[in-house]
């Protein structure tokens, strides 16, 4: 599985917008960017997902770069319960379920 | 629905004792997965089942650790005998194999189980 390169930590203010950014230079073209997050004591959670097109969903945004060699996780507004550590993972979509999860972004949101 | 359970939640034991966790996945998920997050990292799939048959295994210290799924639901995970360095949280996932038939194997996590070994 391509490998994915996420800053070690950001910082935001409340109620501010968040970008998160992944790097994929070595991303196939039939990898899914997935997108999870896990907070304090939990297990990882699901935020959202994506293969070419900008996706939207309840929680956050994907942007996905045309070239598809990085991607963005926005948080429209930030909240103190969104501080997590949030991992960007490639999966083919053809060889199993595997989650190769690198060290991710820790996200601290400043009240 | 209910989420994934996992128990204990917490787990003390020395060096060379035996210890088991148990999982129960979300009904009529057949995929089970495994995973150890050890602190400051990402978690690292251990072992993954699909129904009651191992599809992937390729990570799991077979020396000491076990895992099986009787039955295609429940799922445990024994370690035997533990090492100082298997000190982590154990991660119990399951998923569909598709959902809304998009192939996105969203996988569901439980609020795993954190083992100290001294």
């Known amino acids: 599985d391509a490998k994915t390169t996420q800053p070690n930590s950001m910082e935001s203010n409340e109620e501010e917008p968040v970008h998160l950014p992944c790097n994929h230079s070595?991303?196939?073209?039939?990898?899914?960017i997935h997108w999870y997050r896990q907070l304090p004591s939990q297990g990882p959670e699901y935020v959202i997902h994506?293969?070419?097109s900008n996706v939207n969903n309840r929680m956050a945004s994907l942007a996905i770069a045309e070239d598809r060699k990085s991607s963005t996780l926005i948080l429209h507004r930030a909240t103190l319960r969104d501080a997590a550590v949030y991992y960007c993972?490639?999966?083919?979509?053809?060889?199993?379920?595997?989650?190769?999860f690198g060290t991710g972004t820790s996200l601290t949101v400043i009240p | 629905e209910a989420g994934v359970a996992q128990s204990p939640r917490y787990k003390i034991i020395e060096k060379r004792q035996s210890v088991a966790f148990w999982c129960n996945p979300i009904?009529?998920?057949?995929?089970l997965y495994w995973y150890q997050q050890i602190l400051g990292q990402g978690p690292k799939l251990l072992i993954q089942?699909?129904?009651?048959?191992?599809?992937?295994d390729s990570q799991l210290p077979k020396d000491r650790f076990s895992a099986e799924r009787l039955k295609g639901v429940d799922s445990t995970l024994k370690i035997q005998p533990a090492k100082l360095e298997d000190s982590a949280v154990y991660l119990c996932?399951?998923?569909?194999?598709?959902?809304?038939?998009?192939?996105?194997?969203?996988?569901?996590f439980g609020p795993g189980t954190r083992l100290t070994v001294l």
């Open positions: 996932a399951s998923s569909h194999k598709r959902e809304s038939g998009l192939r996105t194997d969203t996988q569901y």
């Open positions: 089942f699909q129904n009651n048959g191992v599809v992937d």
């Open positions: 994506g293969l070419t």
């Open positions: 993972i490639l999966r083919a979509p053809y060889t199993g379920n595997q989650f190769y």
């Open positions: 009904s009529g998920h057949a995929t």
């Open positions: 070595t991303i196939s073209g039939t990898d899914y």
